[in-house]
């Protein structure tokens, strides 16, 4: 048990943790600590700043932890700092090492906070960053379904109601759709960020501390907007935010499993509408004719994986009652693989819709029949038949096997000219959504960027 020895530190006698109880509590949850090393520094750097504000750091120990913190900061990034098996979390493998290296100094790092406001900060720095991430991501896959979409507004196929031929739809009318699907879930990341955009730091475990904490000064140097200004809100949040992210994450993922789907659907060579060129594709071990859509199938499960995270959250939080629970170390780890997966979604599928090709002649070839029957009933209305007659008349008409004149591609969609139509597919006003979007998230990866550069110093790289 000779690698446990240095848990004294947190156990509750001060004499060290039986090893098979550090192995259940701490488990494999160093892997998932590990991403929020540089986070949990910087965070520290962010405390330090509102203890000096505060009165509670003479000028000589505040100035040894800032220069510490950030050669910690370096040291994660070049692999020297790492959570190790001998110590119990991300905090702890910070504060070791800072103690180690500024003794006097290192041991007042943790005034004025618990490891409880501590994660809560560390996970809220690391959700700004992948949210942002996430965030550009889906821009950069939406921005090649608008050009998908713009290539081919005028390539025409069927739409489908209940899997069957229902009326004309385009290329572009469907890549234009997904695209602003994706743009609705992609905009209401505003609500999500004024949560994550909180500070949690004073919270300590969940009641404050007996101290002049000036958490405003800590949160501004974090780059928060703002505070969770009851204390007992941080705790009572937590899970809370998590499912809020998962959530997020989960109405954009189905939207590339939907996406997914329709791909390995109508590349089917039933349908072929549209082609999978080789490097979107895998072969057989035993047929050499397959072109296998893998990729969109992972990103359909992988879908359900993520929706499967948020579950996960969901039934961890649900139970419990208020203040801290150790029920909450379970969230990181369906929180930070709901997000990776997410983010992997997105960069695969932004690399995939560029190269999808069509099959014009088979997309053509497929309005036939009654895909058209709508048309025809169209064209008597605007004649002056009373819609429900022209209706039955058509109708009956197909029934008998009678087959009507195909309006031309140019005539189907002339006569589809309303707003989000099939000849009018809105796609600059789309494309200022996007504009609008990607500002948004540029201001706030700025803004981010700019608190923790403060924090690291000058010449330290970012995340």
Same mark, same amino acid.
């Given at each position: 048990m $000779?690698?446990? $020895?240095?848990?004294?530190?947190?156990?509750?006698? =001060? +004499?060290?943790?039986?090893?098979?109880?550090?192995?259940y509590t701490a488990g494999d949850d160093r892997p998932w600590d590990a991403r929020l090393l540089r986070w949990d520094v910087i965070g520290s750097l962010g405390h330090v700043e509102g203890l000096k504000a505060s009165g509670?750091?003479?000028?000589?120990?505040?100035?040894?932890?800032?220069? =510490?913190?950030?050669? $910690?900061?370096?040291?994660v990034d070049s692999g020297r700092l790492t959570v190790g098996p001998s110590q119990e979390d991300v905090h702890t493998a910070v504060e070791e090492w800072l103690t180690r290296r500024f003794p006097g100094s290192g041991e007042r790092v943790h005034t004025g906070r618990s490891r409880n406001d501590q994660v809560a900060t560390d996970?809220?720095?690391?959700l700004k960053d992948r949210l942002l991430h996430l965030h550009a991501a889906a821009l950069t896959l939406t921005e090649a379904l608008l050009r998908l979409a713009a290539r081919h507004r005028s390539t025409l196929w069927p739409g489908y109601t209940h899997q069957r031929r229902a009326m004309p739809s385009s290329v572009g009318h469907w890549a234009g759709a997904y695209a602003e699907g994706i743009?609705?879930?992609?905009?209401?990341?505003?609500?999500?960020?004024?949560?994550?955009?909180? +500070?949690?730091l004073g919270s300590a475990a969940g009641y404050g501390v007996p101290l002049p904490l000036r958490r405003e000064m800590a949160a501004r140097a974090l780059g928060f907007r703002g505070l969770d200004r009851n204390v007992a809100t941080v705790q009572a949040g937590r899970g809370k935010l998590e499912a809020a992210a998962l959530f997020w994450c989960t109405q954009l993922t189905h939207d590339l499993a939907r996406l997914s789907q329709d791909v390995i659907v109508y590349s089917a060579e039933e349908f072929g509408y549209l082609l999978l060129p080789a490097e979107l594709?895998?072969?057989?071990?035993?047929?050499?004719?397959?072109?296998?859509p893998d990729l969109f199938e992972l990103?359909?499960?992988? $879908?359900?994986?993520?929706?499967?995270?948020?579950?996960?959250?969901?039934?961890?939080?649900?139970?419990?009652?208020s203040g801290y629970h150790r029920d909450f170390q379970l969230l990181k780890e369906p929180l930070m693989r709901g997000i990776e997966r997410t983010g992997a979604m997105l960069e695969a599928l932004s690399a995939a819709v560029p190269r999808l090709e069509v099959d014009r002649a088979r997309c053509s070839a497929a309005l036939d029949g009654g895909a058209l029957a709508t048309d025809e009933v169209m064209r008597r209305v605007e004649a002056g038949q009373p819609f429900r007659v022209a209706y039955r008349e058509v109708k009956v008409a197909l029934a008998s =096997?009678?087959?009507?004149?195909a309006p031309t591609p140019r005539q189907i969609l002339a006569r589809r000219q309303s707003t989000g139509g099939l000849g009018n597919l809105g796609l600059t006003e789309a494309r200022a959504r996007l504009r609008r979007a990607r500002s948004w998230g540029t201001r706030r990866r700025r803004s981010f960027d700019a608190a923790i550069r403060r924090l690291a110093g000058r010449g330290l790289a970012l995340s």
């Open positions: $000779a690698r446990h $020895a240095n848990q004294a530190l947190w156990s509750a006698n =001060g +004499s060290g943790i039986d090893g098979r109880l550090l192995d509670l750091l003479t000028n000589a120990d505040y100035r040894r932890l800032r220069r =510490g913190l950030r050669q $910690a900061l370096v040291a996970l809220r720095l690391y743009l609705d879930t992609v905009e209401a990341i505003d609500s999500l960020w004024a949560r994550v955009d909180r +500070s949690p594709a895998t072969g057989s071990s035993i047929m050499p004719h397959k072109r296998n990103t359909r499960a992988r $879908a359900a994986a993520v929706e499967a995270d948020l579950v996960a959250v969901l039934q961890i939080k649900g139970r419990l009652t =096997g009678q087959v009507f004149a």
